[in-house]
């Protein structure tokens, strides 16, 4: 059998790592002239992903100085895929707006809907509102800052808090 510019014995040609014998019609990869098995030669030599660690072989995605299996590049907190391919990086990984800022310790969360406050932040009772979720506890209607009244630590609108409390 001749592989590598050498006449090898079938029982001599294996692999350099594992010493698996390769056969006469088993495909091995070369690296610095010698022989290796398709796992040891990617699990040794193949790029890693930035996620799992494990060998790329196929399609990947370059980012952050790394590279990823498309389906491992996701938010590093909560694993969903990055919508339109938009992240922001943290400590060399990648994450979604929300986690990211909630991460850097730079965003408000919404009492009302527990998500990430991104643009306008509506404040009020000391806890921080997307505006559509500065709502009345009673009616559901969305309410404007200084055209609310509070009862027992929950916002109403003046005509509910009228009804309900006098």
């Known amino acids: 059998m001749s592989a590598l510019g050498k006449t090898f014995h079938p029982e001599h040609f294996f692999c350099a790592h594992c010493g698996k014998v390769f056969g006469t019609?088993?495909?091995?990869?070369?690296r610095d002239g010698l022989a290796f098995c398709r796992d040891d030669y990617f699990e040794r030599f193949a790029p890693k992903c930035g996620a799992c660690s494990r060998p790329i072989v196929e399609a990947f995605v370059t980012a952050l100085g790394q590279?990823?299996?498309?389906?491992?590049?996701?938010?590093?907190?909560?694993?969903?895929?990055?919508?339109?391919g938009n992240f922001l990086e943290?400590?060399?990984?990648?994450?979604?707006?929300q986690h990211y800022h909630m991460n850097k310790g730079s965003a408000a969360t919404?009492?009302?809907c527990k998500k990430t406050?991104?643009?306008?932040?509506?404040?009020?009772m000391g806890r921080k509102y997307h505006a559509e979720?500065?709502?009345c506890s009673f009616c559901?209607?969305?309410?404007?800052?200084?055209?609310?009244k509070e009862q027992k630590d929950r916002p109403y609108c003046m005509s509910c808090h009228t009804k309900?409390?006098?």
């Open 25 to 30: 019609s088993e495909a091995f990869h070369e």
């Open 140 to 148: 559901l209607k969305q309410l404007n800052m200084g055209t609310f």
């Open 133 to 135: 979720h500065f709502v």
């Open 67 to 84: 590279q990823w299996h498309p389906e491992c590049f996701n938010c590093m907190e909560c694993g969903q895929p990055f919508k339109d």
């Open 164 to 166: 309900l409390f006098g």
């Open 117 to 124: 406050v991104s643009g306008r932040v509506l404040t009020a």
């Open 90 to 97: 943290h400590n060399s990984k990648p994450y979604c707006a």
């Open 110 to 112: 919404c009492y009302g």
